[in-house]
């Protein structure tokens, strides 16, 4: 959705209000919360009485928005610029909210992003890249593999499909041929370079062909600059945040996989249901 169509669903309250109620990110309430009774009205602003018991409530009870302190037509242009890439820190600027309370919803978003993509379950197959790259830390000691104080990530990219990222805990053969056989269909052909973890590859029923970084990048088919890619997408795009936590890091860096699959989609409306479908979950828990 562009944003001058989200500026005129936003210039009224109630079609805002309908708006969310419609895709779901506020309950439509038809009965009371607490007795069930039919008898409902509008007492006040965003206000709903129960006239068998006389309660009232807010209309972002029992939605992923109850708890958020934001009004609700800058939820949705805050979901907007989190789609145009825009950090908590500008956006909260551009909306004249608070800091903290932009970085809340924002991380509502990652979270929907990141339940969406661990429950995923469909194998990779064809011609597959696999890589892994490290992120974070300060520059101490090595670089490249091994290099102090960084997070390693496994990446395994399905040419012309999508890429999949990990963190892992090392980079041995044992953790990598794991998640490949968890995540990629036997018989795949499958390019690396020649890291010695890949070795058993083909013992696993995967065809692997390596290219030799140290002579050249590419031979043919056999490169790894797809999976490559993706590291240089993921990296430059952290830049901006002048640094991650690691207790956050796992949020973002599913995010960057989502977006990166996503790079040819408008993913506004994506992003709603993917709210949509973790505050049910959210609120079941």
């Known amino acids: 959705m562009e944003i001058i169509e989200i500026s005129k669903i936003i210039a009224d309250e109630g079609r805002t209000i309908q708006y969310l109620q419609e895709k779901g990110l506020l309950k439509k309430y038809e009965e009371c919360p607490y007795c069930g009774g039919k008898s409902i009205g509008n007492v006040r602003?965003?206000?709903?009485?129960?006239?068998?018991?006389?309660?009232?409530?807010?209309?972002?009870?029992?939605?992923?928005?109850?708890?958020?302190?934001?009004?609700?037509?800058?939820?949705?242009?805050?979901?907007?610029?989190?789609?145009?890439e825009i950090s908590a820190l500008q956006a909260s600027k551009q909306l004249k909210v608070g800091y903290k309370t932009m970085m809340n919803l924002f991380d509502l978003v990652?979270?929907?992003?990141?339940?969406?993509?661990?429950?995923?379950?469909?194998?990779?197959?064809?011609?597959?890249e696999l890589d892994e790259s490290y992120f974070g830390g300060k520059r101490k000691g090595n670089r490249g593999r091994g290099a102090f104080n960084k997070i390693p990530v496994f990446g395994i990219l399905e040419r012309d499909g999508k890429v999949k990222v990990e963190i892992v805990k090392d980079v041995t053969s044992e953790t990598l041929l794991k998640l490949t056989i968890k995540k990629v269909r036997r018989g795949s052909l499958i390019y690396t370079d020649k890291y010695k973890s890949y070795n058993g590859l083909i013992s696993l029923g995967f065809k692997h062909m390596r290219i030799d970084h140290s002579k050249r990048f590419g031979n043919g088919k056999v490169y790894i600059n797809g999976i490559e890619g993706f590291w240089s997408?993921?990296?430059?795009?952290?830049?901006?945040?002048?640094?991650?936590?690691?207790?956050?890091?796992?949020?973002?860096?599913?995010?960057?996989?989502?977006?990166?699959?996503?790079?040819?989609?408008?993913?506004?409306?994506?992003?709603?249901?993917?709210?949509?479908?973790?505050?049910?979950?959210?609120?079941?828990?």
């Not at 068998?52 to 934001?70: A, D, F, M, P, Q």
């Not at 609700?72 to 907007?80: G, P, Q, S, Y």
């Not at 990652?110 to 064809?126: C, D, P, Q, T, W």
């Not at 790079?263 to 079941?284: P, Q, S, T």
Request: proline letters at 2%; a positive charge.
């Open 110 to 128: 990652r979270k929907a992003i990141y339940y969406e993509i661990e429950g995923e379950i469909e194998l990779f197959s064809g011609e597959i």
């Open 45 to 84: 602003r965003q206000k709903l009485k129960c006239y068998t018991c006389r309660k009232e409530w807010g209309i972002r009870k029992g939605s992923l928005l109850e708890g958020l302190r934001l009004p609700l037509e800058k939820v949705l242009m805050a979901i907007k610029l989190f789609e145009l």
């Open 233 to 285: 997408f993921a990296k430059e795009r952290l830049l901006k945040y002048h640094g991650v936590s690691k207790e956050k890091f796992p949020l973002y860096l599913k995010e960057l996989e989502f977006r990166y699959n996503m790079r040819e989609h408008d993913i506004f409306d994506l992003l709603i249901k993917l709210l949509v479908k973790y505050g049910l979950v959210a609120n079941n828990a």
